[in-house]
């Protein structure tokens, strides 16, 4: 069968300078696989490290996007989940090797395959040479078992960020058995860090945001915290040691871990889902011995997680902020993002493609 050409936004080479558009070739249709007409996507704060190869292990030409909404137009024979005109997503991978243990206990994300699992975008997480392409484009073909319903009352604009986002946050306060009692903390309010308040609120727990910008903590309280702590006050970081039992890090770039380990109570965990790259400074094991502490990290989450989070915001009616935008408007989002001016997750109608030549 032939390949299928479609178009999209991505980076073609390693200097980063824009996302531009590019025409490249989507595999046919498999017999376990279906084909998505992407109708949004968000924007996470990985597109942009990955398009500028902050991680070191970029594959150009790079397509991003992994918080895919879209519509199913090609269903393959042996597919049984879906048909064609539903309303399906695709997140953060697209395959892994299924046989490890991790795969066969339902953790691909921690896939221990040869490549490990397969990103939407950028290809395998241990690179063998071939790409894949992500949701910055018309159309995606993925296999049934890494494709994920979205429920009928969601409103699918707002669904795409909760791919990542939403999953990223809900699968370490799911592992750490987040309840009602626990005192949560959240550290930076943007797109992970606002998901992660509302879900933990869900989930009952007293939560308390820690940001170094005052100017949120109106959106922390509508958004369910209880207290908001500005990590720049010497003074509130002082009185909130000891205080929490969990706390959830969501700064996206390299911090100093430490002040945040303090204000843990004793037995309490950090996870930090934001990074991945070394922290600021080293941890001080001397904080971390004399209180039982644990400074942990999570990585995205399964497909049975993803699908769980889909049906928990559902029922709980939680929703990403959302900021819609058109595909060409992606750079100067990009810009935004990197100035921390995105309230919280934007979100490109895909439809806007069809308008470029």
Known sequence: ????????YGASGSIFSSLSLIEFERQPVANDEVQIKILYCGVCHSDLHQVKNDWKNTIYPCVPGHEIVGRVTVAGPSVTKFRTGDVVGVGCMIDSCGSCAPCREGDEQYCEGPHSWTATYNG??????????????????????????????????SAAPILCAGV?????????NIKSGHKVGVVGLGGL????????????????????????????????????????????????????DFILNTIPDPYDINKYISMLKRNGTIVAVGVLAPYKKATDNMEVAFHRRSVAGSLIGSIAETQEVL????????APDIEMIKIQDINDAFKKMEKEEVRYRFVIDMESISNEE
């Open 1 to 8: 069968m032939e390949t299928i050409k479609t178009k999209g």
């Open 124 to 157: 395998p997480m241990v690179p063998d040479g071939s790409n894949t392409y992500g949701g910055y484009s018309e159309m995606i073909t993925v296999k049934e078992n890494f494709v994920l319903k979205i429920p009928d009352a969601m409103d699918i604009k």
């Open 168 to 176: 990223t946050t809900y699968s370490p306060l799911k592992h750490w």
């Open 193 to 244: 860090g606002h998901m992660a308040v509302k879900l933990a609120t869900a989930m009952g727990a007293e939560v308390s945001v820690i940001t170094s910008h005052e100017e949120k903590r109106a959106d922390a309280i509508r958004m369910g915290a209880v207290e908001v702590i500005v990590s720049d006050n010497q003074e509130d970081m002082k009185r909130a040691d000891l205080s929490f």
């Open 311 to 318: 049906d928990f915001c559902a029922k709980h009616n939680i």
